[in-house]
C-alpha cells in the first residue's frame, strides 16, 4: 500500500469518470423514477472517498504507456533549477511550480470563504430570535415531524431573501418576512430541518473543499453544483415520505412564494445550505415535477441493489488498475539496495563480470551488465592496465 504521483493522478481521472456519471444520471428524468435518490448520494460518497484516499493497493494492477503519456511525464517532471535550504535540496520542475501556484490560489478562495461564511453567520447571529408564537409553533411541529430534537435558533429577517440553515454546532434557520400558511410554513421548516438532520452541510462543506483544490478542473464546479441539486432532491423526497399529497402540495406553493418575492439567484457558502439557490432554473423545475408526478414513491428494491452493486463495481476498479508512463530502468532499478559508489571507485573487468571497488581497495558490487550501463566516469582496470569507457 502507498502513494505516489501516479496514484494522485489516477484517482483524478476515476473522479472526473464519476462526476459525469453523476452528472448525467441527476439531469436523466427516468433515473428519479426508477432509482431511489439516495443512489446518487452514495455515488458522491464513492467519489470523495476515492480523491481522499488515493492509494495503491497489493491487487492493483499497473498499466504502463509510453508515446505522449510517458512524453509529457518527463516534461512534467523537467528540472528547471535547483535550490539549497540548509542541508534539504530542491530540484524545482513544471509540476512542482504548478502545484505551488495552484495551492496559494486554493488558499485565497479558502480565504474568502470563510470570510464570506462567517459574516453570514456572524450577521444571523445578532439578530435576536423571532418572538412570533405562531412560527415558533409550526417550528415546534416540524421539528417532531422530522425528528430533530437539537435546539435551533429560528430568526426572520426582510434582508433574508430565502429560507437558509447554516452552523454545525450552534445551526441557525433564517426565513424572509413572507405570509406562509401554516402547510407552508411546516413543509419549508422541513426541508431545513432534513438538511440538518441528515448532515447535508458536511456533504456540500466536502464537496467545496474539493472544488477549492481542484479550482482549475472545471468537472469540480460540475460536481459542487450536481452536490447541491442532489441534496435539494433529498430533503425533498424525505418530505414526500413524511406528509400527505395535500401537504406536498402546499409545500410547493411555499416555494413559489419564495421564488417570487427572489428574484434572483443566490450564492451561499459552503457551511450554508438555502431553499431556492437556483431559482429560475431547470433544476427547480426538475424539482416540482419530481413531486408532481410522485417520483419520489417506493423504489424497486432489486434494481436499487443492482445500482449499488454497479457502483461498488466501478469503486473497486478504480483501485485495481492503475497507469504510469513506460520509464526505462536506471543503476538503482537493477538492485533494491544498490549501494553508493563515490566518485574516486573503479572498475576492475574480469571475463565477463566488472567488479567495483572503492579507493582503499573494497569490492562494492559485481556486476554483468555492460561497462557503459554501469557508469560512464569510472575508471575502468584490465589485467594491470587501465582504460576508459567509451
Known sequence: MGATYFTALSAFLWICIFILIISLFKYYTLFGKHFSISIL?????ACIIRITIPLEFPFTHTIELSGIYSVLFHCLYMKLFSFSIGVLKISVTPLLLFLAMSLCVSLCIALDEIHKSRGLYNFLSI?????????????????????VSKKIKVVVHDEVTSPIIIGRVKPIIA????????????????????????????????AYIIKVLLWWNPLAYLLSNDIDDILEFHADSKICYLVNKNEQLSYLNGIVKVLDSCKESQRLPGTAIGLAEKNGSSVMEQRFKMILEDSYKKKNGKKNAIAVGI?????????????????????????DDAPIIPPDAYIIESDDTYTIYDSKGNAIIVCGMPIKEIDRHLEIRKNGGKYEAE
Not at 127 to 147: M, N
Not at 311 to 335: G, R, T
Open 311 to 335: 457502483i461498488c463495481f466501478l469503486f473497486i476498479c478504480s483501485y485495481s488498475f492503475l497507469v504510469q508512463p513506460h520509464l526505462e530502468p536506471n543503476y538503482a532499478d537493477y538492485n
Open 41 to 45: 448520494i452514495f455515488m458522491v460518497l
Open 175 to 206: 426565513m424572509p418576512d413572507i405570509n406562509f400558511s401554516n402547510t407552508e410554513l411546516k413543509g419549508i421548516f422541513a426541508h431545513e430541518l432534513i438538511h440538518y438532520k441528515h448532515n447535508h452541510i458536511a456533504l456540500k462543506l466536502t
Open 127 to 147: 439578530l435576536p430570535q423571532t418572538e412570533d408564537e405562531y412560527i415558533l409553533s409550526v417550528f415546534e411541529d416540524a421539528c417532531v415531524k422530522v425528528g
